[in-house]
DNA sequence: CCATTTACTCCACTACGATGGACTATCCAT
DNA sequence: ATGGATAGTCCATCGTAGTGGAGTAAATGG
């Protein structure tokens, strides 16, 4: 029987995950809850709770959490006053920046050993791949 | 700035699987034990526990709810009645099945249009990526 | 300026994941 | 045969995720 990459591949990032998390002390919730901040940048709590598919009172507590373990501030936004933004703490990024440095530059080394051609080829078939799981998942979520 | 395919498969994966669990009804635990069932075939749950580095008290619990949905049923072992095994059960199999199944179709409709030297160069680049991946799991538990 | 809406927090409650300890049944080595 | 180890469950307990409802503070609209 063949190999199954794509089962290996989602196991071996699912468990990556988990590794990060467990790494940085977070739980699900608040690894989750800290990466759409990352991501999106500053945001009110109003904004992260559609996202994460929570309501707004499950994500105090979590970001309680998170202001404590010193991830996330809560900062007044000053044309809102009733709204607290939440910002990553640029003091952690380093922390965050080291954990996934070791990943870039194992990926780039063995990279650098595909051609323009291939590397085109291994683009096309990642950029299906995504593809094709959004689309699953909208279905899915149907 | 370029697209970080790897952010991006990395989340598409993930949300891939929450939204699969949610499909099947079943939350994060469950559905993680249940993969391992279906992985692993019937086991005991003092094999699975470590797997899922849980303890077994607690799976007693999340074994309970998969039985009780249906989808793993609990067998003596005979070779050593103080175990019972865990065995996904067959008739829900369809159901896991037909999730699966779409998601295999997509995927093989875009991978044949790859010829064998391409196709030989996506299979290294998953090797790879699992193999690094499986590297910073090690390195980030120790 | 007052009523309504909005943003967030706090509270009580439910449910789950995990733990350690106690217990039962079974296996196995002596 | 019996004493110890092993497999699993049950129990009490803790921390946490999530809910809905109440409350506070601030913005907004007539």
């Given at each position: 029987?063949?190999?199954?990459?794509?089962?290996?591949?989602?196991?071996?990032?699912?468990?990556?995950?988990?590794?990060?998390?467990?790494?940085?002390?977070?739980?699900?919730?608040?690894?989750?809850?800290?990466?759409?901040?990352?991501?999106?940048?500053?945001?009110?709590?109003?904004?992260?709770?559609?996202?994460?598919?929570?309501?707004?009172?499950?994500?105090?507590?979590?970001v309680d959490r998170l202001e404590r373990a010193g991830y996330v501030l809560r900062r007044p936004d000053p044309s809102d006053r009733?709204?607290?933004?939440?910002?990553?703490?640029?003091?952690?990024?380093?922390?965050?920046?080291?954990?996934?440095?070791?990943?870039?530059?194992?990926?780039?080394?063995?990279?650098?050993?595909?051609?323009?051609?291939?590397?085109?080829?291994?683009?096309?078939?990642?950029?299906?791949?995504?593809?094709?799981?959004?689309?699953?998942?909208?279905?899915?979520?149907?």
């Amino acid at each position: 029987m063949a190999r199954d990459y794509g089962w290996e591949l989602s196991t071996a990032i699912v468990l990556f995950h988990e590794a990060v998390a467990r790494r940085l002390g977070l739980n699900a919730a608040e690894h989750k809850a800290l990466g759409a901040i990352l991501r999106s940048g500053p945001m009110p709590i109003g904004a992260l709770a559609p996202e994460l598919g929570v309501g707004v009172t499950a994500l105090t507590g979590i970001v309680d959490r998170l202001e404590r373990a010193g991830y996330v501030l809560r900062r007044p936004d000053p044309s809102d006053r009733r709204r607290t933004l939440l910002v990553a703490n640029p003091d952690k990024t380093p922390d965050l920046g080291g954990i996934f440095a070791d990943l870039g530059q194992a990926m780039a080394e063995f990279q650098s050993r595909y051609d323009e051609h291939e590397m085109a080829v291994i683009t096309d078939y990642l950029d299906n791949t995504i593809r094709v799981l959004r689309d699953q998942v909208t279905r899915l979520a149907s």
